[in-house]
């Protein structure tokens, strides 16, 4: 068990709106992603964190933005949702100090934009 | 070109044979290689990691790694019905590339 508690599991928001997605870890690791999974598609790297205020974007970032406040916990905001982010969000820590080390996943949120 | 490429299967196999599961990948300075196992509705799983050529086993679970051919394995001996999941390739340059996964299903 990684210690990284997702929330909320599941979100039914409209179009517009703005949404916060919360990730939770207990371990102290340093390095945490957000990723969406989409069939077809895979898992697909939207921002990630290498400490604290530390961030950096992935291959889809358009539409997200996060933060990192404290080492436990990585924020993703959906500003204006639009229909094109209903997809299932993953947050991911690495084991130890590196991100070369394996990545280990959180329960997911379930998130539909109407 | 997609980075990762694995077959979406279904890849069906008797319970009690051997599953390989094949992953190809683009990038010739990709480091680290690692094994994943999705149940349907929940997340990925960690099953194996590899980073040098040749087999890393582990239990039933055995990966192998070609980088002169640019191919990952995972061989699953005894299948069992609990097998059954999707099984993600990931590949590690300067970050994570997934590959879209491959669905085995083990027949009892």
């Known amino acids: 068990d990684a210690g990284i508690t997702q929330s909320p599991r599941h979100k039914v928001t409209e179009t517009g709106t703005p949404v916060t997605l919360r990730c939770h870890q207990t371990?102290?690791?340093?390095?945490m992603y957000w990723y969406r999974q989409d069939p077809g598609h895979g898992l697909r790297l939207i921002h990630y964190?290498?400490?604290?205020?530390?961030?950096d974007k992935g291959e889809v970032s358009d539409g997200y933005s996060v933060s990192r406040s404290k080492t436990e916990d990585f924020l993703l905001t959906l500003e204006s949702a639009t229909s094109s982010q209903t997809s299932v969000y993953f947050c991911?820590?690495?084991?130890?100090?590196?991100?070369?080390?394996?990545?280990?996943f959180g329960d997911g949120t379930r998130l539909s934009i109407l | 070109q997609k980075e990762v490429e694995q077959n979406s299967g279904p890849l069906s196999v008797p319970e009690g044979a051997i599953a390989s599961l094949n992953c190809t990948y683009s990038?010739?300075?990709?480091?680290?290689f690692f094994w994943y196992r999705q149940y349907s509705g929940k997340s990925p799983e960690l099953i194996m990691f590899i980073y040098s050529n040749g087999d890393k086993e582990d239990g039933r679970f055995t990966a192998q790694l070609n980088k002169a051919s640019q191919y990952v394995s995972l061989l699953i001996r005894d299948s069992q019905p609990s097998d059954s999941a999707t099984y993600l390739c990931?590949?590690?340059?300067?970050?994570?590339?997934f590959g879209t996964g491959t669905r085995l299903k083990v027949l009892a």
């Open positions: 990038d010739r300075g990709s480091q680290s």
């Open positions: 991911a820590i690495s084991e130890g100090r590196n991100s070369n080390q394996p990545q280990h």
């Open positions: 964190s290498y400490g604290v205020k530390d961030t």
């Open positions: 990931a590949a590690l340059l300067y970050k994570y590339i």
């Open positions: 371990e102290n690791h340093r390095y």
